[in-house]
């Protein structure tokens, strides 16, 4: 199923700057898409204890309601083999630590503009606008917290006809 993927909004909550120093932004990319970018500072080396827990919100009526879809993992089990094709999508668009745990030192993601084609799970979502937000945490203590607005167009093939 082809389908497009559009960041609209992306805010950043609860950064932690003795852990953290992160700047973002979304850019318009081209006529009709946007880039994020991120740049970030890892100031402690976090071990195998950094997790990050998704979950995704709704557009119902005209609220954002929790779907169930939600989940924590371990970063570091994010790089397995279960998890390959997140690692090669962040991998193509950053420095990213390659290696667990992640180090500290300067990381960054460069014009981002997600492609459905590359997120084939997705194409499954019955929403067209979501949240997503993702909240990364050490040990028990947030990091920070990405709360990443997106439409799904899952008509766009038809629209282009």
């Known amino acids: ?5 559009s960041i609209e909004r992306v805010e950043l909550h ?18 009709t898409c ?19 827990e998704v979950e995704l919100f709704a557009l119902y009526g005209n609220e954002y309601r929790r779907t169930p ?12 083999m279960e998890y390959l094709w997140f690692k090669s ?7 990213f630590p390659s290696e667990c745990p992640p180090q500290a030192g300067d990381y960054y993601l460069k ?5 459905g084609a590359d997120f084939p799970a997705a194409a499954n979502l019955p929403w067209e606008h979501c949240i997503f937000l993702l909240r990364f945490v050490y ?23």
């Open 89 to 95: 999508q962040i991998q193509k668009y950053s420095h």
């Open 69 to 80: 879809i939600n989940f924590k993992r371990n970063v570091c089990d994010i790089f397995k």
């Open 1 to 5: 199923q082809n389908f497009e993927i």
């Open 139 to 161: 040990k028990v203590k947030v990091v920070v917290i990405f709360k990443m607005y997106v439409t799904f167009d899952h008509d766009a093939e038809l629209k282009r006809l």
């Open 34 to 52: 946007k880039s994020y970018s991120l740049n970030y500072t890892v100031l402690k080396e976090f071990g195998y204890d950094l997790s990050v």
């Open 14 to 31: 609860d950064i932690d700057s003795e852990l953290l120093i992160v700047e973002s932004k979304l850019v318009k990319y081209n006529r």
């Open 111 to 115: 014009d981002f503009v997600p492609k």
